[in-house]
């Protein structure tokens, strides 16, 4: 089975620009869930989506919005680009959502976002 | 707030030693608790632990979790180079059951050397 999917694997932008980064879970999971990481953070939640509904939320500003399509794949979109946006972002699946406690989350390769 | 810490941050091993990594936490109602490895990229899952007091094992790795003093261990026998990396502790939190999100902890940087 592939595994989670990521693309673009890598992006320069710079401040006030918006950019899209998509995500392709892995066949037959529903849940994508949307992680930042930065040296100073750690891994820090973003959001989850399943069956194209947002179901939680993490401490992040407005610019931060995602979606999910009938076919699970998830893209997140952050607008007005500003330097603090550098970070990789990972998504990960998972079967289901908030479902049965041995559902585990797997990473994709993340898309490496600088902010210049 | 909900909280996961590891220790150390930081270990640098020879091969063949046998390592012992640590995550504590300050949260009550979660799913789960997962480790993962990290090296350059994505986190590969490693455990994931849902009950108190049963090891997971998997060749060198093991790990164990313990609810009532809030904390798990990973433990590496017989290092290898290839197990230089970030080991990451998460907790899927449970959210009246209705979603997926996962704590982490800093992680801990572990250096094997020759």
């Known amino acids: 089975k592939a595994g989670v999917t990521q693309t673009p694997r890598y992006l320069i932008k710079t401040r006030g620009q918006q950019v899209t980064l998509s995500c392709s879970p892995i066949s037959g999971h529903r849940s994508v869930s949307w992680y930042q990481q930065t040296p100073g953070q750690g891994l820090q939640f973003l959001f989850e989506y399943f069956s194209e509904t947002q179901r939680n939320k993490g401490n992040f500003p407005g610019r931060f919005s995602g979606r999910q399509f009938s076919n699970s794949r998830s893209e997140m979109n952050v607008s007005t680009l500003e330097l603090g946006d550098s970070a990789l972002y990972l998504c990960?699946?998972?079967?289901?959502?908030?479902?049965?406690?041995?559902?585990?989350?797997?990473f994709g390769p993340g898309t490496r976002l600088t902010v210049l | 707030e909900d909280k996961v810490v590891q220790s150390p941050l930081s270990l640098v091993v020879h091969e063949g030693d046998t390592v012992t990594l640590n995550c504590s936490y300050e949260v009550t109602n979660f799913r789960s608790l997962l480790w993962y490895k990290q090296e350059k990229k994505a986190p590969t899952f490693l455990f994931m632990l849902t009950s108190s007091g049963i090891e997971k094992k998997s060749g060198r790795l093991s790990s164990i979790l313990d609810k009532k003093e809030l904390f798990s261990i990973l433990n590496i026998t017989a290092t290898q180079t290839g197990d230089s990396a970030v080991y990451l502790c998460?907790?899927?939190?449970?959210?009246?059951?209705?979603?997926?999100?996962?704590?982490f902890g800093t992680g801990t940087l572990l250096a094997v050397q020759p």
């Open positions: 998460a907790l899927n939190m449970n959210y009246g059951g209705a979603t997926n999100k996962l704590i």
């Open positions: 990960a699946s998972s079967l289901t959502s908030g479902g049965a406690s041995t559902d585990t989350q797997y």
